[in-house]
């Protein structure tokens, strides 16, 4: 689970009591990310999804896919692809085939006769 407030370099209290885990799907990993509150789920078509514009100072410019506007706000959509890097990734993996097989080498008790 990534805390996405660190990864972001967003100031604030580490966790809070309205903190959530949401679960993405990253490069074909799953991954939980912890959030500082949901309010609501949004979806966007790719078409309406707009470049972020330079003033977004808040997260760093490299985890930024762009904007999208709802009811008078603009929602900064993040690109998940680029929240872990190569390397989180190649681990995380590692981690998932690992645990894979020894679920798929496990043995089932043989009963007694």
Same mark, same amino acid.
């Given at each position: 689970?990534?805390?996405?407030?660190k990864?972001?370099? @967003?100031?604030?209290?580490a966790?809070?009591?309205?903190?959530? @885990? %949401?679960?993405?799907e990253?490069?074909?990993?799953?991954?939980?990310?912890i959030?500082?509150l949901?309010?609501?789920?949004?979806k =966007? $078509?790719?078409?309406? @999804?707009e $470049? $972020?514009?330079?003033? %977004?100072?808040?997260?760093?410019?490299? =985890?930024?896919?762009?904007?999208?506007?709802?009811?008078?706000?603009?929602?900064? %959509?993040?690109? /998940?692809?680029r %929240? /872990?890097?190569?390397?989180e990734?190649?681990?995380?993996?590692?981690?998932?085939?690992?645990?894979?097989?020894?679920?798929?080498?496990?043995?089932?008790p043989? $009963?007694?006769a």
């Amino acid at each position: 689970v990534l805390n996405l407030r660190k990864r972001l370099e @967003i100031a604030g209290p580490a966790r809070d009591q309205d903190a959530r @885990i %949401i679960v993405a799907e990253v490069d074909a990993q799953t991954v939980g990310m912890i959030v500082d509150l949901v309010t609501e789920v949004v979806k =966007f $078509p790719v078409s309406a @999804i707009e $470049p $972020p514009p330079p003033l %977004i100072t808040t997260v760093s410019p490299r =985890f930024v896919m762009g904007v999208g506007k709802r009811d008078g706000r603009i929602l900064v %959509i993040l690109n /998940l692809d680029r %929240i /872990l890097s190569p390397e989180e990734m190649s681990e995380l993996s590692a981690t998932t085939g690992a645990r894979a097989g020894s679920h798929e080498s496990a043995t089932a008790p043989t $009963p007694s006769a």
